[in-house]
């Protein structure tokens, strides 16, 4: 069992940044693929973002490439996610998930483990 927390969101302009972070605890998180997904109100749960366990691939949604950067400390058992020039699109609520896989993947179906999510609100 693999528990994730996440912290870091909150309220920002458009072009701003903030940076996410999510703690596991419970089972080394080491071997996982983790991943970041995100969903607003009235839409489904989209990838945003993943990373394998050794850092080695990282794998970003076109609607954030170039924008946000992923990285994991395995030390630290954190994964965080970089987010800079930050659009209103952005909003949404911000979440960590754990995939049992070495295969990077960005379905969320294939992720067994999530947190409960952070709120990132950006204003115009």
């Known amino acids: 069992q693999v528990r994730l927390v996440e912290s870091g969101g909150g309220l920002v302009q458009a072009g701003g940044a903030l940076r996410l972070s999510c703690a596991a605890s419970g089972r080394s998180s080491d071997d996982y693929t983790m991943g970041w997904f995100r969903q607003a109100p009235g839409k489904e749960r989209e990838f945003v973002a993943a990373v394998t366990w050794s850092a080695a691939t990282k794998y970003y949604a076109d609607s954030v490439k170039g924008r946000f950067g992923i990285s994991r400390d395995n030390a630290k058992n954190t994964v965080y996610l970089q987010m800079n020039s930050l659009r209103p699109e952005d909003t949404a609520r911000y979440y960590c998930?754990?995939?049992?896989?070495?295969?990077?993947?960005?379905?969320?179906?294939?992720?067994?483990?999530w947190g409960q999510g952070t709120q990132v609100t950006v204003s115009s």
């Open positions: 998930a754990a995939a049992t896989t070495v295969v990077i993947t960005s379905r969320p179906e294939e992720y067994s483990y």
